[in-house]
């Protein structure tokens, strides 16, 4: 866990142009598998935009146990996985983040 004890939120937004979904999301699939087979891997949530016409169409968004478990993953096995040509099509926004505030729905 991190410092604070909490698990790590990773978040990494994707450009997927129209028509182009079910082929990201293939290719996403592999790499998350492999994902959760990794040390420190605690959970993912994939989200995508109900708007046809938005800059990122998907984010993702994962919790690591630790920034050293996050790292680990993203090792060469990794990058092989992502250097592929059909990768470099769809633009990602990466980031390790920390909660500075959350609250929930009370209604």
């Not at 994902?35 to 605690?42: D, E, I, L, Q």
């Not at 920390?98 to 609250?103: F, I, L, P, S």
Request: aromatic share 14%; hydrophobic share 35%; with cysteine.
């Amino acid at each position: 866990m991190s410092q604070s004890g909490k698990p790590v939120p990773y978040i990494n937004c994707f450009e997927v142009p129209a028509g182009r979904e079910a082929e990201f999301l293939k290719m996403f699939e592999e790499v998350n598998a492999y994902m959760r087979s990794r040390r420190g891997y605690v959970s993912h949530r994939l989200h995508r935009s109900l708007a046809a016409d938005a800059r990122y169409r998907f984010v993702n968004y994962v919790l690591w146990e630790s920034v050293e478990d996050f790292r680990a993953a993203h090792g060469e096995e990794f990058r092989k996985m992502v250097g592929r040509p059909g990768w470099r099509e769809f633009k990602a926004t990466p980031g390790l983040y920390e909660v500075v505030d959350e609250g929930g729905y009370s209604g």
